[in-house]
T-cell receptor
Framework: AAGVIQSPRHLIKEKRETATLKCYPI?????VYWYQQGPGQDPQFLIS???????DKGSIPDRFSAQQFSDYHSELNMSSLELGDSALYFC??????????????FGPGTRLTVL | QKEVEQNSGPLSVPEGAIASLNCTYS??????FFWYRQYSGKSPELIMS????GDKEDGRFTAQLNKASQYVSLLIRDSQPSDSATYLC????????FGTGTRLLVSP
């Protein structure tokens, strides 16, 4: 079965640079979620989109922005990168409406290293 | 206080034994709960979801939910060395709130 696709899988950036992470949800899934997982920590919710509209927002820095496109893929844009942004970034997708319980399936993640 | 609490472990069990993983949550209004397995450096993999009080079984896995006591548990029967991983408990209607995870070690 098709899974969530994320690219790139690894990314190395310098401080103050920008990065763009991409997520392609499971076919027919309409909701995308972004999570950040630091070393030894649990995943922290950043932001989510349902039918191309932002549906919820968590602890996402103002330096980050995201959107979901007409083909349902999503991009997380990160600017003015800081050392503390080094983490695993996961995208998850689900099928469902805003008023239903949605099982989320995670992609393989992008490992971002900021030097 | 973290919204979802788990014992970080490690929980060590011999191969073939039952592993019991527990999770408590603070929000009485929480309705949906999930167990994920995560190998080191890999992404969380959904094992079970549970929304109603009682037990839900899927193969070697059984999830239990007790809303009155605000706890969720995961039982793994016939534990295998390949089950050695971190098990994350999560709750959420849309965004997921995770516990810190319990590391399970299954020894041959």
């Amino acid at each position: 079965a098709a899974g969530v696709i994320q690219s790139p899988r690894h990314l190395i950036k310098e401080k103050r640079e920008t990065a763009t992470l991409k997520c392609y949800p499971i076919p027919r899934h309409d909701t995308v979620y972004w999570y950040q997982q630091g070393p030894g920590q649990d995943p922290q919710f950043l932001i989510s989109f349902y039918e191309k509209m932002q549906s919820d927002k968590g602890s996402i820095p103002d330096r980050f922005s995201a959107q979901q496109f007409s083909d349902y893929h999503s991009e997380l844009n990160m600017s003015s990168l800081e050392l503390g942004d080094s983490a695993l970034y996961f995208c998850a997708s689900s099928l469902g409406s805003l008023d239903s319980y949605n099982e989320q399936f995670f992609g393989p993640g992008t490992r971002l290293t900021v030097l | 206080q973290k919204e979802v609490e788990q014992n970080s472990g490690p929980l060590s069990v011999p191969e073939g034994a039952i592993a019991s993983l527990n999770c408590t949550y603070s929000d009485r209004g929480s309705q949906s709960f999930f167990w994920y397995r995560q190998y080191s450096g890999k992404s969380p993999e959904l094992i079970m979801s549970i929304y109603s009080n009682g037990d839900k079984e899927d193969g070697r896995f059984t999830a239990q939910l007790n809303k009155a006591s605000q706890y969720v548990s995961l039982l793994i029967r016939d534990s295998q060395p390949s089950d050695s991983a971190t098990y994350l408990c999560a709750e959420g209607f849309q965004k997921l709130v995770f516990g810190t995870g319990t590391r399970l070690l299954v020894s041959p």
